[in-house]
C-alpha cells in the first residue's frame, strides 16, 4: 500500500475526530485539504458553479455537525465525504431539476493529481482498476456514468436509450461483479 496515500487517511481520520470534538481549526485545514477535489466532483454533477459551492457548504456544514458519524470501519474518509458530496449533489440538482437547465460545467484544469493516477498508487486502487478494467463495457459505462458522473438511473436510461429496470439490474450485477474480483 501507498504510504502517501496511507498518511493522508490518517491525517483525515485524525482531522474528523478532531471535527467531532469541536475543533474549528481542524475542520478548517480538512477544508483545505479537501474543498477543491469536492467541490470538482460537485461541480462535474451539478454543472453549475453556484451550486456547487452550495453543495460544498452544506458538506462542510454536515462534517461540523456529524464528524462523529464516520466509522474508519466501514470505509475511507475520503470515500465518506465523497459519498456525502456525491449525495448532496444529486439531491441539489434533482431539487433544482427542470428549473434550470443542464449545461456541461466548464473546463477547468484540476491542480491535484490525476484521480486516475493516484488510484492507481494504491493496491486498493490498483485492484478496482483491474476488477473495473475486466467488467464489459456496457456494464463499466454504466457504473462510470452513475458513480464518476454522478448521474442518475433515470439519465442513464434516457442517454442509453434503455429501460430503466435494464439500467437498474446492469449496475447492480456490475458492482456485485466488481465485489467478487475485489474479494479475490
Same mark, same amino acid.
Request: hydrophobic share 45%; with cysteine; charged share 25%.
Given at each position: ?34 474543498? &477543491? ?67 456541461? &460545467? &466548464? ?5 491535484? &493529481? ?71
Amino acid at each position: 500500500m501507498d504510504t502517501a496515500w496511507d498518511d493522508t487517511a490518517a491525517e483525515l481520520s485524525d482531522l474528523l475526530s478532531r471535527c467531532a470534538a469541536g475543533d474549528r481549526a481542524a475542520l478548517r485545514r480538512l477544508y483545505d485539504l479537501q474543498a &477543491p477535489r469536492l467541490k470538482g466532483l460537485a461541480l462535474r454533477i451539478t454543472g453549475s458553479q453556484a451550486m456547487a459551492e452550495d453543495v460544498l457548504h452544506d458538506v462542510f456544514l454536515r462534517v461540523w455537525q456529524q464528524a462523529g458519524q464516520f466509522d474508519p470501519a466501514r470505509g475511507t474518509p475520503r470515500a465518506w465525504l465523497t459519498t456525502l458530496t456525491r449525495y448532496r449533489a444529486l439531491d441539489l440538482r434533482r431539487h433544482a431539476g427542470r428549473e434550470v437547465a443542464a449545461a456541461a &460545467p &466548464p473546463d477547468l484544469a484540476d491542480e491535484s &493529481p490525476d484521480a486516475i493516477a493516484r488510484l492507481i498508487a494504491s493496491a486498493d486502487g490498483r485492484a478496482l482498476y483491474h476488477c473495473l478494467a475486466a467488467l464489459d463495457a456496457p456494464r463499466r459505462r454504466m457504473i462510470r456514468l452513475a458513480f464518476i458522473d454522478g448521474r442518475t438511473h433515470a439519465d442513464i436510461a434516457a442517454t442509453l436509450d434503455m429501460p430503466l429496470g435494464t439500467v437498474k439490474s446492469m449496475i447492480r450485477r456490475g458492482l456485485s461483479a466488481l465485489k467478487r474480483c475485489l474479494e479475490q
